[in-house]
């Protein structure tokens, strides 16, 4: 049996045989399985009755296996795991879990990025699109919409194993207005503001 969110090692004693796997998911949604190392390999997918359903051979990092397919909730699967070279014995390492979605929410602002994918177990590089929003500059993000400080910053390395949302943390900009002066304010991006404070000694 195939555990979710696991590493495995798929022992091939046999040159040309295939390591069997059967997993029948909890929940309905995509799943990722993808082998690491520097074997070419490759995998199957096949429903209960021995139908195939797809297969990889080299559309993971290098020579390695990468399939994603979206599996039905109390459905039994298999999964076929065996070396390209029908000579080659040993262990092929891989990795099965499901496919995590990460949201953006602008929290206040305007031009949320589109979510991305992670992989489960993989580090995922986060966007390094960002909204918008008048008088205030983005420090970053955070799973916690109240959040005054940024836990990620645009294109940082995001390894959590879970889907999530993450809210853009501001911080209002405010210029300090001179009197008797001839001030430019410089206006970057089109709709927005720039700010001033001002406190008069009379």
Same mark, same amino acid.
């Given at each position: 049996?195939?555990?979710?969110?696991?590493?495995?090692?798929?022992?091939?004693?046999?040159?040309?045989?295939?390591?069997?796997?059967?997993?029948?998911?909890?929940?309905?949604?995509?799943?990722?399985?993808?082998?690491?190392?520097?074997?070419?390999?490759?995998?199957?997918?096949?429903?209960?009755?021995?139908?195939?359903?797809?297969?990889?051979?080299?559309?993971?990092?290098?020579?390695?296996?990468?399939?994603?397919?979206?599996?039905?909730?109390?459905?039994?699967?298999?999964?076929?795991?065996?070396?390209?070279?029908?000579?080659?014995?040993?262990?092929?390492?891989?990795?099965?879990?499901? $496919?995590? @979605?990460?949201? =953006? %929410?602008?929290?206040?602002?305007?031009?949320?990025?589109? !979510? *991305?994918?992670?992989?489960? #177990?993989?580090?995922?590089?986060?966007?390094?699109?960002?909204?918008?929003?008048?008088?205030?500059?983005?420090?970053?993000?955070?799973?916690?919409?109240?959040?005054?400080?940024?836990?990620?910053?645009?294109?940082?390395?995001?390894?959590?194993?879970?889907?999530?949302?993450?809210?853009? $943390?501001? @911080?209002?900009? =405010? %210029?300090?207005?001179?009197?008797?002066?001839?001030?430019? !304010? *410089?206006?970057?991006?089109? #709709?927005?503001?720039?700010?001033?404070?001002?406190?008069?000694?009379?």
């Amino acid at each position: 049996k195939l555990t979710c969110n696991t590493h495995q090692s798929a022992q091939i004693s046999k040159g040309g045989t295939m390591a069997y796997y059967t997993f029948t998911p909890s929940s309905s949604g995509k799943y990722v399985i993808y082998s690491t190392g520097s074997d070419d390999t490759r995998v199957y997918l096949y429903d209960s009755n021995d139908n195939q359903l797809a297969s990889n051979d080299d559309s993971g990092s290098g020579r390695n296996f990468r399939l994603q397919y979206n599996l039905v909730a109390g459905k039994q699967y298999k999964f076929g795991v065996r070396f390209y070279n029908g000579l080659k014995t040993g262990k092929i390492n891989f990795c099965f879990g499901p $496919i995590y @979605k990460i949201t =953006y %929410n602008a929290n206040g602002g305007s031009g949320s990025p589109s !979510a *991305q994918e992670k992989d489960y #177990g993989l580090t995922l590089k986060l966007t390094t699109n960002k909204p918008i929003r008048s008088g205030y500059i983005l420090l970053g993000w955070s799973a916690n919409k109240n959040a005054t400080n940024a836990t990620y910053k645009p294109g940082s390395s995001y390894s959590g194993n879970r889907s999530c949302t993450l809210y853009a $943390i501001w @911080k209002p900009v =405010y %210029n300090t207005l001179q009197k008797n002066s001839v001030n430019t !304010a *410089q206006i970057s991006e089109g #709709g927005t503001m720039s700010y001033y404070t001002f406190t008069p000694s009379s």
